[in-house]
């Protein structure tokens, strides 16, 4: 095992217990890898997940990898027969419900473990009552999104299976956390990402993990078309989330959420989507939990899409008629998606939870994200999409305001400082102020000018007051 945070192998001098990536990457047994099946969820043709596999070999069709939930599992079994690295990562705690990757192959950083954030301002905001509302916060995993989650599951399997390089198609959050998880596996790996619409910090993670940086002139939807172009004819591992293995690593968000809650599952799980591997992985897991006795009812997952880009949010609106990709435009970059890879499987969630779907103004994310930062809790725009989503969906009576939500706050607040920037210290397009605005003030250098400032300042109390009302 690779365990960049925890304690492995016993090891008779230096720091026992403690960090054992070595950055050689490790070689596994094919005969070991018998119990990893997929299967296509069009066809339902079965096959063996013991190599690189994203597309059914029989019809082309996504993949699920296959989870054996005939017997009950005990709640109490979680995180217990495991070794100390694998129990206290967030994922690998639930390795019952986990594909049986050998735990030599298993790449973990200590990913997961993300709090749980209950806040009355947020619950006012969205209009439900207090105590209500809470919100998941990814941005606290190694590289500050959810993808670590799916990254130990994808690299781990791509370690298991020898693979020689690993890849991926970015918005920027996929590109730094496979950076980070590759360089722990000590597997190069190669990220495309569309020129110039990626976040700065999401570049700088990437090229300082050491990835090899493509940039392709054109959309995320280009490069992951290429990506699957190429990975159909070369012998190259693909981590974006049509990797079936990579959900497997994402359902645990919603495992550690119902764990958190007691097992007693919110009304509503509201959650951002782009290329839709989370509302694909989320979905699975609500079946799956339910299927082996874990929780006793299903919540409801609801998609909440940014209006530029928001094909799966029409396809809904369609009674699932029509689906046509887009060309995708929003100021939540990670999100900027027109066609995204995992629909069916999406579908297939909002199916099984009696789901909903529906789509936020870039102006609705921006505000919503700069409430969920003045309280204190931060994310970047893409991840605020399930506050304003959640807003928006109790407003039209979707959601109903006695009703429990958790959103699902994707990535960090540092993963687009200049998403802040812009929303506090520039006007909007007709020259009003943005709802929060944050502006530093100005003052000469006196001591006169400052104590002049501060009963101004004390008066005008928690800048979240002013949004809330709660001063
Ligand atoms: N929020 C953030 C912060 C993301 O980075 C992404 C996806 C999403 C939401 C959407 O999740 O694709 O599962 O529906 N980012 C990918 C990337 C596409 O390349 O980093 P999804």
Redesign the pocket.
């Known amino acids: 095992m690779i365990a960049i945070d925890g304690a492995t192998q016993a090891t008779t001098r230096g720091l026992a217990g403690q960090i054992t990536a070595t950055g050689v990457p490790i070689r596994v047994d094919r005969g070991e890898l018998g119990d990893l099946r997929v299967r296509c969820m069009d066809c339902g043709t079965v096959s063996p997940g013991d190599a690189p596999i994203s597309r059914c070999p029989v019809c082309g069709g996504l993949l699920d990898v296959v989870i054996d939930t005939s017997t009950a599992l005990d709640r109490a079994t979680f995180g217990t027969g495991l070794s100390p690295a694998l129990a206290r990562s967030g994922v690998w705690r639930y390795r019952a419900l986990l594909p049986a990757i050998p735990e030599a192959a298993i790449v973990t950083r200590g990913e997961g473990n993300t709090p749980l954030y209950v806040d009355d301002r947020l619950a006012a905001f969205a209009g439900l009552k207090a105590g209500s509302f809470g919100v998941k916060h990814?941005?606290h995993n190694p590289t500050g999104?959810?993808?670590d989650r799916g990254m130990t599951v994808g690299v781990s399997h791509a370690v298991a299976v020898g693979a020689r390089i690993v890849a991926?198609?970015?918005?920027?959050?996929?590109?730094?956390?496979l950076a980070s998880y590759a360089a722990a596996a000590g597997i190069p790996a190669m990220v495309l990402?569309p020129e110039g619409k990626?976040s700065g910090g999401?570049l700088a993670q990437t090229i300082a993990y050491g990835a090899r940086v493509v940039q392709i002139e054109g959309d995320?939807d280009i490069a992951l078309r290429l990506l699957r172009e190429l990975t159909a004819s070369h012998d190259v591992y693909l981590t974006?989330?049509i990797n079936p293995f990579r959900p497997e690593g994402?359902k645990t968000i919603m495992l550690e959420l119902f764990e958190q809650l007691g097992w007693d599952v919110p009304d509503v799980i509201t959650?951002?989507?782009?290329?839709?591997?989370?509302?694909?992985?989320f979905g699975k897991a609500i079946d799956e939990a339910h299927a082996v006795g874990l929780i006793a009812r299903k919540p409801r997952l609801m998609?909440i899409q940014a209006a530029g880009a928001s094909p799966f949010f029409r396809y809904f609106a369609s009674d699932w008629r029509t689906y046509e990709p887009m060309h995708a435009e929003t100021v939540?970059s990670?999100?900027k998606?027109g066609d995204?890879?995992?629909t069916p499987r999406?579908r297939r969630t909002i199916e099984h939870t009696n789901g909903h779907v529906t789509m936020v103004t870039d102006e609705e994310i921006l505000d919503a994200k700069a409430l969920i930062d003045q309280v204190g809790i931060g994310?970047?725009?893409?991840?605020a999409?399930s506050l304003a989503g959640t807003r928006k969906l109790v407003a039209e009576g979707v959601i109903g305001p006695d009703e429990t939500v958790v959103g699902?706050l994707?990535?960090n607040l540092l993963?687009d400082t200049d998403a802040v920037m812009h929303y506090h210290l520039k006007d909007r397009a007709d020259g009003s102020r943005q709802a929060l605005a944050n502006r530093p003030i100005r003052i000469d250098a006196t001591i006169d000018a400052l104590a002049r400032l501060l009963d101004g300042v004390i008066a005008a109390g928690p800048v979240a007051s002013e949004a809330t009302g709660s001063a």
Do not use: D
């Open positions: 990814e941005g999104s959810f993808k991926c198609a970015s918005t920027g959050n996929t590109s730094a956390s990402i990626i999401k995320f974006n989330s994402q959650v951002p989507g782009g290329n839709l591997g989370n509302t694909a992985a998609t939540a990670a999100i998606i995204p890879a995992s999406a994310c970047e725009p893409a991840s999409a699902i994707t990535g993963k």
